[in-house]
């Protein structure tokens, strides 16, 4: 299945050479074109498209600011910076951008950055942690604020807490519950010791992991035990996962 992309970019010139290069490649489909962050804040809405290149000056909201909503709304987006300036460089990696390209670029950079998103897509090798902490804790009741009401629910029944379309989804084994309190609020409510921040998007619990694999060039995918659903890691949130499961400081 190929992967859907959106280009967003205020030049005309640069979204018709981007469009040219997507439409040669049989793995990937282009979905739209928005000439502004806002349109494209839209398109990621409505059609939730895999991979997104972005320039950084556009019109109504910067690529930055983009970016930043993108990953609210669909953290597993791989977002490709295409841009004139560097200097905005250092803000994008702190985004877990999966590339950064300069204009003028080379069009087999492109092409090489594309291949790397799909391997990844398709990749089966995976990292394995085999030293999961598997000892149950004593927890409580984590309460769950949310307009139908209030939700108590044991803690040591949450697998994942995720960012999604600016809500915080909260994921057991049988349900689902949805809160407009943000990431950091649930975290002050657990235990530092079981529940995980591994992404600004994602708070896990370290005792259903049962192995993570590569997703991007600085994020991995976390996946658990009898679960469909999966969160990402940081490179840097991952070594710091080895250590506190190696018992290293």
């Not at 018709?16 to 349109?39: Q, R, S, V, Y």
């Not at 139908?148 to 989804?169: A, H, Q």
């Not at 259903?208 to 996946?223: F, L, M």
Request: aromatic share 10%; charged share 35%.
């Amino acid at each position: 299945m190929p992967l859907n992309v959106l280009i967003a970019d205020d030049d005309h010139g640069m979204r018709l050479i981007l469009k040219k290069i997507i439409n040669k490649l049989e793995d990937f489909k282009l979905i739209g074109e928005a000439e502004n962050g806002e349109e494209a804040i839209k398109y990621v809405e409505d059609f939730n498209p895999d991979v997104v290149f972005l320039d950084i000056e556009m019109p109504h909201i910067n690529g930055i600011e983009c970016a930043k909503k993108i990953i609210d709304i669909n953290p597993k987006a791989s977002i490709i910076f295409a841009t004139a300036h560097e200097q905005f460089m250092p803000d994008a990696f702190e985004l877990y951008a999966f590339d950064y390209l300069t204009k003028p670029f080379r069009i087999d950079r492109i092409y090489k950055t594309l291949r790397k998103i799909k391997k990844i897509h398709n990749d089966s090798d995976n990292i394995v942690l085999d030293n999961i902490a598997n000892d149950k804790k004593v927890v409580d009741k984590l309460i769950i604020r949310n307009k139908e009401g209030i939700s108590f629910v044991d803690k040591e029944d949450i697998i994942l807490i995720e960012r999604e379309n600016r809500n915080t989804l909260v994921h057991t084994s049988k349900s689902k519950y949805t809160t407009s309190e943000g990431l950091g609020q649930l975290e002050d409510k657990l235990e530092k010791d079981i529940f995980f921040r591994s992404h600004r998007s994602y708070i896990i619990n370290i005792s259903k992991i049962t192995r993570i694999e590569p997703y991007s060039r600085w994020t991995y995918v976390v996946k658990f035990k009898d679960f469909e659903k999966d969160a990402l890691i940081t490179h840097e949130k991952y070594g710091e996962l080895e250590e506190i499961l190696t018992g290293k400081s």
